[in-house]
């Protein structure tokens, strides 16, 4: 089942973003696995998951997201929902099939 655009809310703004492309999700994998070798995710690979997402629809927003009042939560919201989005981690509710994990989804705890 193809997933459903998502909303973004950062720093007051909405930013509708549509499901990923190949490339978009081949950009944020290498992004996961470098954290996987850390505790938690950082705000900077957080950000550039999120910036990811938006550059296809909202490459100003996308170009100038440090400069954004988000907070750390909104940022993490966002970035959950991208990897949401993405298929790296389950939607809420949504159970795995053959009892496999998602990839990427142990490596996010923000």
Do not use: K
């Amino acid at each position: 089942m193809r997933p459903q655009p998502i909303v973004l809310h950062l720093g007051g703004q909405d930013f509708h973003v549509r499901p990923l492309t190949l490339a978009q999700v081949q950009r944020i994998e290498p992004l996961l696995a470098t954290q996987s070798q850390r505790a938690g995710t950082s705000i900077a690979v957080a950000s550039e998951i999120v910036a990811i997402s938006l550059e296809r629809d909202h490459p100003q927003a996308a170009a100038t997201l440090g400069e954004m009042e988000a907070t750390a939560t909104e940022i993490a919201a966002a970035m959950r929902a991208v990897l949401r989005l993405a298929g790296f981690i389950a939607a809420d509710g949504a159970e795995t099939a053959s009892g496999e994990g998602q990839a990427g989804a142990d490596s996010i705890s923000a």
